[in-house]
């Protein structure tokens, strides 16, 4: 069953204002849905970290979803935008969006979205630039949220 408004505690923080246990615990989640639920090769941590906002979501004391957001040319960049799969359908990927981009504002926003994951974003104001394109094995589809949405 779907809960529209799931209890979650958020967690915004700088890289450095992290335990060594908090990033053990945001890689190890990026790993097992980006990496090993996907089946996809890649190096995650990618030097974006020290330069990005990290937004945790925690249900008591289980980390559930995490983003990150970063500034880029002039705008900023979402990234890293993960639930873990045991609340999937939980509402949690609305809840982690929603707090995301209370903290972004109206300030104009970019991420590469995968492909099936294009009406969710698209929910929040994002719209599609560009062809689907793949990262990492994936398709993806560029995407803008535009600045004052």
Request: aromatic share 12%; charged share 20%; with cysteine.
């Amino acid at each position: 069953m779907t809960s529209p408004t799931p209890f979650l505690t958020w967690r915004l923080r700088a890289f450095s204002d992290h335990s060594a246990a908090e990033w053990h615990e945001i890689l190890v989640l990026r790993t097992a849905v980006f990496v090993v639920e996907q089946a996809c090769v890649y190096q995650d941590p990618d030097g974006l970290d020290p330069g990005a906002h990290h937004l945790s979501g925690y249900r008591g004391a289980t980390l559930v979803a995490y983003a990150r957001f970063y500034p880029e040319e002039g705008h900023l960049r979402l990234g890293r935008v993960v639930t873990a799969p045991a609340v999937r359908g939980q509402g949690v990927g609305r809840a982690l969006l929603s707090e995301l981009l209370r903290h972004v504002g109206d300030r104009e926003t970019f991420l590469h979205a995968q492909t099936y994951l294009v009406p969710f974003y698209q929910s929040y104001g994002f719209v599609t630039e560009g062809a689907e394109f793949p990262e990492d094995g994936i398709p993806h589809i560029a995407m803008r949220r535009p600045g004052g949405a």
